[in-house]
């Protein structure tokens, strides 16, 4: 199914580039539609509310920074759960996000919709739960990822990764797929915004 069904939004899509002759076949390997958890009428249409992991990733900059867009922050945040005490980790032992985007992503709505301090950035006594936070939505978008990378390199044979929407900017991923022994370069567009192909 090409179109989405009413109340349905694309969530991750995969496809495989092929050379033959002098053209270019482009072939659809994925395309996971997502229900809508929230009436499309409210601001950015609920996509913080979406079940898609670049969406899960823009929910923890919503709540940190309250603005969905400020994914790069979150990024750079990340690391610093490195110098927490106590560990990052115990904060937040449980995935948020978890399984492979192909057949078995799983969201922790409830530890979501119970995170605490809600855009509260300016309050320095929240910083290092924001830390820890971040720390754990940047370690599950790598590990969500990586697995989804692997299937589809799996699934195509391609080496070559190309990838596109605001995920591709997350350059701690980008490096993490490069790592990865089935990858051989990963291409990120200038411009990889989620209007697709």
């Known amino acids: 199914v090409l179109e989405a069904r009413m109340g349905y939004r694309e969530a991750e899509t ?3 580039f092929e050379r033959d002759g002098t053209s ?26 979406m079940e898609s992991v670049g969406a899960v990733y823009s929910r ?20 610093w759960a490195a110098d ?5 980790s115990d904060r937040f032992p449980d995935p948020i996000m978890k399984g492979n985007v192909w057949d078995s992503l799983e969201i922790d709505w409830e530890l979501l919709d119970s995170l605490e301090h809600v855009n ?8 290092d739960f924001y830390t820890a936070l971040a720390h754990r939505i940047q370690t599950d978008l790598e590990d969500v990822v990586s697995e989804f990378v692997d299937k589809i390199v ?18 701690p991923l ?9 990858v051989d370069h ?6 990889p915004g989620d209007e697709g192909i």
């Open 154 to 171: 799996a699934e195509s044979g391609a080496r070559t990764v190309c990838l596109a929407g605001g995920v591709a900017l997350n350059c």
């Open 24 to 49: 270019v076949r482009l072939s659809r390997l994925f395309k996971r539609w997502t229900r809508e958890r929230s009436p499309p009428e409210l601001y950015n249409h609920g996509f913080e509310n």
């Open 14 to 16: 995969a496809y495989a």
């Open 120 to 127: 509260a950035w300016h309050a320095p006594e929240n910083r």
């Open 60 to 79: 923890i900059a919503s709540h940190i920074f309250g603005d969905w867009n400020a994914c790069g922050k979150v990024m750079g945040l990340a690391p």
């Open 186 to 191: 990963v291409l990120v567009p200038p411009y």
């Open 174 to 182: 980008n490096s993490k797929i490069l790592a990865r022994p089935s």
């Open 84 to 88: 927490l005490k106590p560990d990052a």
